[in-house]
């Protein structure tokens, strides 16, 4: 097998394969013999079918098989051993002659493949104008929030005699039988229900009215989903539990919120030695999570940089290949393909840009930085606000590290953390070496700077961000309940 670059203009080249019966055919034979050993085929016996037979059913098929497989892998190899900066992928050039399938083809066949280049750019970032940077920070309704967080985090459980409408009732839930008594090895958890919570049931709310401890009453729930929603476990499992619940009341309480004074402020935070109102406020807005605004935030400056280099930099592209390649990668007709080209043309130079800044920069992903980035998002999801003892995030971290493990095997989700890991390294090397206009601006402010669609898809993401941290959150007081 051999293979030869032809340039055929600035930015185009065929290349020509050369392929022999020695490259593909020793596979082939193999494949036959152990189809021979192997095959089942009406009238002959496992293992004496004759070579001519099996060449004559699967000879052709498999010679194409090789073939197909043994150019594609030869291609691939080829640019990336010639480091060749392709755009999308070789396409066949019109003048390839049909191959011949028969056993005793011509010893040597050419194929021919055509290849667009991505052209050589440079820029100069001094000669750019400034960009606006937004850096986010918390609102004072935002602290205000966080503060009333942390008091609800630390507060007191004072025990009362009967539920009221702001009570906190904790107890037991268990399954029972058909006469009302617990059932032999039935299911059965702690749990604790919130009152104030709007997620729970009007109905469920009325039945806890005035219900004292160790009193006991009936759950009858209409489907293994209410049953899983309420008791907040998995839906398969509530498929095995029977819908009859019964629940006893192990204690009512209140939340007696802390005061805003020193020994509250040395509880929340106990290694900072805070004592006024205001040191604490400017250390809880430390913990406020403004992510989702400057996550935004980020990807605006991204995709306006992007916008102004593209607009300072000359990237010119192979505009025939261009259209050969996008009529047979999206299987489109010519007045198709010329009425899309200025949009692929648009996409494939912000590609062109991107690659070059990410070697311009130096930017490299290693394994660990991957693994540290899914713990992250596994923990962040699952383990949000919780403050766990030595032995607690030891088993957390066992829990972490399978799913890590698991996520690592995923070749989406790879390439999803390798995607979102360089993004995040090349918007901090654009923020480092160009012209910035850096303005601090709150998350109010911010929401009510954007456009009203920006403004909710910005909220919206918010919303989801923080009912997915309320929902996980709850979900794993379980797991940590178990824990302890």
Do not use: C
Not at 7 to 14: I, K, N, R, S, V
Not at 94 to 99: G, H, S, V
Not at 386 to 399: A, G, M
Not at 450 to 463: G, T
């Amino acid at each position: 097998m051999e293979i030869i670059k032809e340039d055929t203009g600035e930015l185009t080249a065929t290349l020509h394969l050369k392929l022999s019966k020695q490259d593909y055919l020793p596979q082939v034979e193999a494949e036959l013999k152990k189809l021979q050993r192997d095959a089942f085929i009406p009238g002959f016996r496992k293992g004496k079918v004759p070579m001519g037979h099996l060449k004559k059913l699967y000879g052709d098929s498999l010679i194409m098989e090789r073939i197909n497989k043994f150019v594609s892998e030869s291609l691939n190899q080829y640019i990336l051993e010639n480091q060749l900066p392709i755009i999308g992928y070789p396409i066949s050039n019109p003048q390839n002659k049909p191959f011949d399938v028969e056993f005793d083809q011509a010893d040597e066949h050419e194929f021919l493949f055509d290849i667009g280049l991505t052209p050589e750019i440079e820029t100069d970032f001094s000669e750019l104008q400034p960009i606006k940077y937004y850096l986010i920070t918390p609102s004072q309704t935002d602290i205000d929030r966080q503060i009333e967080e942390l008091r609800d985090q630390f507060a007191e459980l004072v025990e009362i005699e009967s539920a009221d409408e702001e009570a906190i009732i904790e107890g037991k839930v268990f399954e029972i039988d058909d006469l009302s008594s617990p059932k032999e090895n039935g299911y059965e958890q702690f749990i604790r229900l919130d009152l104030k919570d709007e997620a729970l049931p009007q109905q469920i709310k009325d039945k806890l009215l005035g219900i004292k401890k160790d009193q006991i009453i009936d759950f009858l729930f209409d489907s293994a989903e209410d049953l899983a929603r309420f008791i907040r476990i998995d839906f398969k499992k509530a498929q095995e539990i029977h819908l009859n619940l019964q629940f006893k009341v192990s204690g009512n309480f209140h939340k007696k919120l802390p005061e805003l004074n020193p020994d509250f402020f040395h509880q929340v935070f106990p290694e900072q030695n805070i004592e006024t109102l205001e040191a604490f406020r400017a250390e809880a807005a430390k913990k406020v999570h403004v992510d989702f605004l400057q996550n935004h935030s980020d990807k605006t400056f991204y995709l306006a940089i992007m916008q102004q280099l593209l607009n300072h930099v000359n990237i010119p592209l192979p505009e025939d290949f261009l259209k050969r390649w996008i009529a047979f990668h999206e299987n489109m007709n010519t007045e198709e393909v010329n009425k899309n080209l200025d949009k692929f043309v648009e996409s494939i130079r912000m590609e062109i840009l991107r690659n070059y800044l990410i070697n311009k920069a130096e930017i490299k992903i290693n394994e660990e930085e991957i693994r540290n980035y899914f713990a992250h998002e596994i923990i962040a999801a699952n383990f949000p606000y919780f403050q766990y003892n030595n032995d607690i995030i030891e088993k957390i971290t066992q829990v972490v590290n399978v799913a890590v493990d698991e996520a690592m095997q995923n070749e989406k989700d790879l390439e999803r953390a390798k995607n979102e890991l360089t993004d995040v390294k090349l918007i901090d090397f654009l923020k480092s070496n160009l012209p910035l206009e850096v303005i601090e601006i709150d998350t109010t402010t911010y929401i009510d700077s954007l456009s009203p669609k920006q403004e909710d898809k910005a909220l919206e993401e918010q919303a989801e961000e923080k009912t997915e941290i309320m929902d996980n959150n709850t979900e794993n007081q379980k797991t940590t309940d178990n824990y302890e």
